[in-house]
């Protein structure tokens, strides 16, 4: 609620701008100094004008504290930069199941709302280049997928590709690195995936399908209950802060970690229709406020993931590590997966060689500097 509230009453503010004008009070002030300055003829008012406001559709649970903070930051910003001219209505909620849910793309397409708040990996079964753009298995780190999209011109890949679908992205956060999942009993080697119900996004879902595991596509709202009543073994989402928050821990013991799938990427899908006909100090506009909810998304996540891992553990969830023998299985059949969707989707082949090359320079870095410093100061940490 209090998301909606605070997204309605910019959208309120916006419009009784537009609708009423400028107070009495203030029109008078206005008045007499602009005639003083023109010789009687006022000026046009960028704040008398018409505002523009944007329904937004998402596709996370309003008890999602981190999206839910990402669509406040985003409004927020917008309001301020255009002095309330472009507001964000949430007026599409996210419904509290999967099964009430119209997914935020489908709204977009179907002209329901003009932005949404997702992933697109959860579109990955309609075209496998969602699947890049929502977080790649085996993919870059959060930092590494931010420098690929800004200066490695994958963002520009993206969107080439996403304009069929009659959408452009601009990225809304990153979760950082994933755990690799709940898990009602434990595994070995990836050869125990087999006949397990699996919760898992984007590519995530067809690579375990190739230890046959059964993959399913599901909604964060919608894993908790699928764990409780048996319909899923294993749920795959974010990281503990949000696995928290979905009470996953209530039905699976074992909680793996790391996960594979690198982070999980959010974006702002705008309605292509609906982005062009933005003026351009609109269009700058959003893209600074979206690149503001960027940032905050994945600080937040660095801020409250290290506190709820302490709170599951101290309430009885078992921290396994995922054995090194099932991610070098898991990493071989990504590879193989990959090169048979490249095969016969060329616009596939494009995006992904482009991420998976940059990825592997980047960790030339990571290795000589990021990665020695984090283990030296890991090591620090549990000496003293």
Known sequence: MKRRQFIHAAGAAAAGIGAAGLSAAGLGAASSGAQAQTGGVLPPTR?????VVWRLASDFPGTLSTPR???????????????????IDAAVPPAKTARQQTPALDALQAGDAEIAYTSTALYADRDPVFGIGGGLPFGPNARQFNAWLLHGGGLDLLNDSYRQHGVRALS??????????????EIATARDFAGRRVAAIGLGGPLLERFGAMPQALFPQALGPALADGRIDIAQWTGPHEDERLGLASHAPFYYYPGWQGGVQFSFLVRIDAWEALPPRHRAALAAAAARAHDSVQAHYDAQNAPAIRRL???????????????TELHSAQEALAG???????????????????????????QVAEYTYDNFMIRARAQG
């Open 47 to 51: 704040s008398a004008e018409k505002p």
């Open 340 to 366: 048979d969707i490249a095969t016969g989707n060329p616009g596939f082949r494009t995006i992904y060689d482009s991420v998976r090359i940059f990825t592997a320079e980047a960790y030339l870095w990571w």
């Open 69 to 87: 903070a990402g669509i406040e930051t985003l409004a927020e910003t917008l309001a301020g930069i255009t002095d309330n001219t472009f507001a």
């Open 172 to 185: 809304g956060g990153n979760t950082g690195a994933l755990t690799g999942g709940w898990f009602k009993s």
């Open 313 to 327: 553990v101290a309430g009885g969830t078992r921290l396994r590590p995922t054995p090194q023998a099932v991610l």
